[in-house]
Structure formats: structure tokens, C-alpha cells
């Protein structure tokens, strides 16, 4: 069983940066691939960012690509997400999850560990 737990959620203003860091437990991290997942209210969950086993490959939602930068350290058990020139539309509650394929990160069926989720609201 993998268990992740994320921070760093909080209020900020449009334009502002935030950093959300996951923490994994339970297994070897360096054994899943770890993705950022946001429901917006009244919203499904949608994919955010992946990253892969040694963090030499990525992947991002068009929504957020070159404004957010996902980052992880093995020996730590810590995924991060530096958010940068945040929107209103990035509020929302922020969930790391983890999986143990590549293929298709974004699809969300194919992550089986979740975490409780962070809010995250950007005021305009």
C-alpha cells in the first residue's frame, strides 16, 4: 500500500507562485510514476502533471505548461509542483496520486494510490 500526502495548499493572489509537495510512504517511491491531479468546483478532476520513475521525463496539462514545473527526489519520498503565474482557473483542490505505468499519464483510471488532496485558491 502507498499512501501520499500533500501540502502546501493556500490562498494567493493572480500572478502569485506556490509550491505543493507531495510525500510518499509505504514503498519505494522511485517505483511509481507520480501525477498531479485538480477538481475544480463543480468540476471533474482533471490531469495537472506526471512525472516519471527518475524524473527525467514529464508531462503537462496545456492549461499549465511552462507555468508549473514538477520536480521529485527518490531519496527524499517528495514529489513537488512549483506553480507559477497563477490563475483563477487554477483554484482547486490538488491530489497527488501514484501508478506504476507511463503510458497515458494522464489518463486518471490508470492511478491507483491517492492522496487527501490540498485546496489551492488563486483571487483575481
Known amino acids: 500500500q502507498v499512501q501520499l500526502v500533500e501540502a502546501g495548499g493556500g490562498l494567493v493572489q493572480a500572478g502569485d507562485s506556490l509550491r505543493l509537495s507531495c510525500s510518499v510512504s509505504?514503498?519505494?517511491?522511485?517505483?511509481?510514476?507520480i501525477g498531479w491531479i485538480r477538481q475544480a468546483p463543480e468540476k471533474e478532476r482533471e490531469f495537472v502533471a506526471a512525472?516519471?520513475?527518475?524524473?527525467?521525463?514529464?508531462s503537462y496539462a496545456d492549461s499549465v505548461k511552462g507555468r508549473f514545473i514538477v520536480s521529485r527526489d527518490n531519496a527524499r519520498n517528495t514529489v513537488t509542483l512549483q506553480m507559477n503565474s497563477l490563475k483563477s482557473e487554477d483554484t482547486g483542490v490538488y491530489y497527488c496520486?501514484?501508478?506504476?505505468?507511463?503510458?497515458?499519464?494522464?489518463?486518471?483510471?490508470?492511478?491507483?494510490?491517492w492522496g487527501q488532496g490540498t485546496q489551492v485558491t488563486v483571487s483575481s
Open positions: 496520486a501514484a501508478r506504476t505505468t507511463w503510458t497515458d499519464s494522464s489518463i486518471l483510471d490508470f492511478y491507483d494510490y
Open positions: 509505504g514503498r519505494k517511491m522511485s517505483n511509481y510514476v
Open positions: 512525472i516519471n520513475w527518475s524524473g527525467l521525463s514529464t
